[in-house]
Protein backbone atom coordinates (compact mmCIF):
# COMPACT_ATOMS: atom_id res chain seq x y z
CA UNK A 1 0.00 0.00 0.00
CA UNK A 2 1.22 3.49 -0.69
CA UNK A 3 -0.52 6.65 0.92
CA UNK A 4 0.07 9.81 -1.40
CA UNK A 5 -0.79 13.15 -0.01
CA UNK A 6 -1.02 16.29 -1.93
CA UNK A 7 -0.29 19.54 -1.17
CA UNK A 8 0.40 23.28 -2.48
CA UNK A 9 -3.03 23.98 -3.24
CA UNK A 10 -4.73 27.12 -3.05
CA UNK A 11 -6.00 30.59 -4.64
CA UNK A 12 -4.01 32.04 -7.72
CA UNK A 13 -5.04 34.57 -10.10
CA UNK A 14 -5.69 34.03 -13.41
CA UNK A 15 -1.75 34.23 -15.01
CA UNK A 16 -0.47 33.26 -11.65
CA UNK A 17 1.68 29.93 -10.45
CA UNK A 18 1.68 26.86 -8.16
CA UNK A 19 3.78 23.79 -7.15
CA UNK A 20 1.74 21.42 -6.25
CA UNK A 21 3.54 18.34 -4.57
CA UNK A 22 2.48 14.78 -3.28
CA UNK A 23 4.83 12.94 -0.94
CA UNK A 24 4.87 8.93 -0.39
CA UNK A 25 5.02 6.97 2.20
CA UNK A 26 6.41 4.25 0.73
CA UNK A 27 10.33 3.52 0.51
CA UNK A 28 10.27 2.01 -3.20
CA UNK A 29 8.17 5.32 -4.57
CA UNK A 30 11.44 5.32 -6.98
CA UNK A 31 9.90 2.48 -8.67
CA UNK A 32 6.67 3.99 -9.26
CA UNK A 33 5.52 5.58 -12.46
CA UNK A 34 3.82 9.15 -10.94
CA UNK A 35 0.70 10.79 -12.65
CA UNK A 36 -1.36 14.09 -11.83
CA UNK A 37 -5.36 14.26 -12.18
CA UNK A 38 -7.84 16.37 -12.06
CA UNK A 39 -11.66 16.12 -11.69
CA UNK A 40 -14.43 19.02 -11.85
CA UNK A 41 -17.50 18.45 -10.07
CA UNK A 42 -20.10 16.07 -12.66
CA UNK A 43 -16.89 15.27 -14.64
CA UNK A 44 -14.70 12.70 -15.01
CA UNK A 45 -11.48 12.37 -14.28
CA UNK A 46 -8.84 13.80 -16.39
CA UNK A 47 -5.27 13.48 -17.15
CA UNK A 48 -2.72 16.22 -16.75
CA UNK A 49 0.81 14.94 -16.44
CA UNK A 50 2.67 12.03 -15.81
CA UNK A 51 6.20 10.80 -14.89
CA UNK A 52 8.15 7.82 -15.72
CA UNK A 53 9.83 5.97 -12.21
CA UNK A 54 13.37 7.34 -13.72
CA UNK A 55 12.25 10.69 -14.75
CA UNK A 56 13.55 9.98 -18.26
CA UNK A 57 9.94 9.74 -19.56
CA UNK A 58 6.84 12.26 -19.75
CA UNK A 59 3.57 12.69 -21.35
CA UNK A 60 1.25 15.89 -20.50
CA UNK A 61 -2.37 16.22 -21.86
CA UNK A 62 -2.50 19.03 -24.43
CA UNK A 63 -4.23 21.76 -22.91
CA UNK A 64 -1.43 22.22 -19.93
CA UNK A 65 2.32 21.46 -22.50
CA UNK A 66 3.89 24.40 -21.93
CA UNK A 67 2.54 25.53 -19.01
CA UNK A 68 2.81 22.68 -16.79
CA UNK A 69 6.12 20.79 -15.94
CA UNK A 70 5.93 17.39 -13.41
CA UNK A 71 9.06 16.49 -11.74
CA UNK A 72 10.54 13.96 -8.71
CA UNK A 73 12.97 13.69 -6.16
CA UNK A 74 13.32 10.21 -5.43
CA UNK A 75 15.15 10.91 -2.73
CA UNK A 76 12.46 12.87 -0.83
CA UNK A 77 9.86 10.55 -2.12
CA UNK A 78 7.67 13.29 -3.72
CA UNK A 79 6.16 14.14 -6.75
CA UNK A 80 5.70 17.82 -8.24
CA UNK A 81 3.52 19.37 -10.60
CA UNK A 82 4.37 23.32 -11.47
CA UNK A 83 1.36 25.50 -12.82
CA UNK A 84 2.50 28.61 -14.77
CA UNK A 85 0.26 31.24 -16.70
CA UNK A 86 -2.84 29.03 -14.80
CA UNK A 87 -6.22 29.77 -16.50
CA UNK A 88 -9.46 30.12 -14.37
CA UNK A 89 -10.53 26.71 -16.82
CA UNK A 90 -7.90 25.08 -14.46
CA UNK A 91 -10.33 25.42 -11.43
CA UNK A 92 -10.69 22.43 -9.72
CA UNK A 93 -9.42 19.38 -7.73
CA UNK A 94 -6.12 17.93 -8.37
CA UNK A 95 -5.39 14.69 -7.48
CA UNK A 96 -1.44 12.57 -7.17
CA UNK A 97 -1.64 8.70 -8.75
CA UNK A 98 1.08 6.01 -8.64
CA UNK A 99 1.48 2.84 -10.67
CA UNK A 100 3.68 0.05 -11.18
CA UNK A 101 3.33 0.55 -15.27
CA UNK A 102 6.04 2.09 -17.24
CA UNK A 103 5.38 4.32 -19.79
CA UNK A 104 4.30 6.43 -18.13
CA UNK A 105 0.37 5.84 -18.53
CA UNK A 106 -2.22 8.35 -18.96
CA UNK A 107 -5.09 6.40 -18.48
CA UNK A 108 -6.56 6.52 -14.78
CA UNK A 109 -7.38 2.84 -14.82
CA UNK A 110 -3.22 2.13 -14.98
CA UNK A 111 -3.18 3.66 -11.58
CA UNK A 112 -3.09 1.65 -8.30
CA UNK A 113 -2.95 4.26 -5.74
CA UNK A 114 -3.96 7.75 -5.03
CA UNK A 115 -4.24 11.24 -3.08
CA UNK A 116 -6.83 12.46 -1.47
CA UNK A 117 -6.81 15.06 -3.97
CA UNK A 118 -5.81 19.01 -3.12
CA UNK A 119 -7.59 21.81 -4.75
CA UNK A 120 -6.44 24.72 -7.23
CA UNK A 121 -8.69 27.61 -7.76
CA UNK A 122 -7.69 30.29 -10.13
CA UNK A 123 -9.77 33.28 -9.83
CA UNK A 124 -9.87 36.05 -12.83
Known amino acids: QVRLVESGGGLVQAGGSLRLSCAASRRTFSTYSMGWFRQAPGKEREFVAALSWSGDNTAYADSVKGRFTISRDNTKKTVYLQMNSLKTENTTVYYC?????????????????WGQGTQVTVSS
Open 97 to 113: AACFVRGPPTNSYDYNY
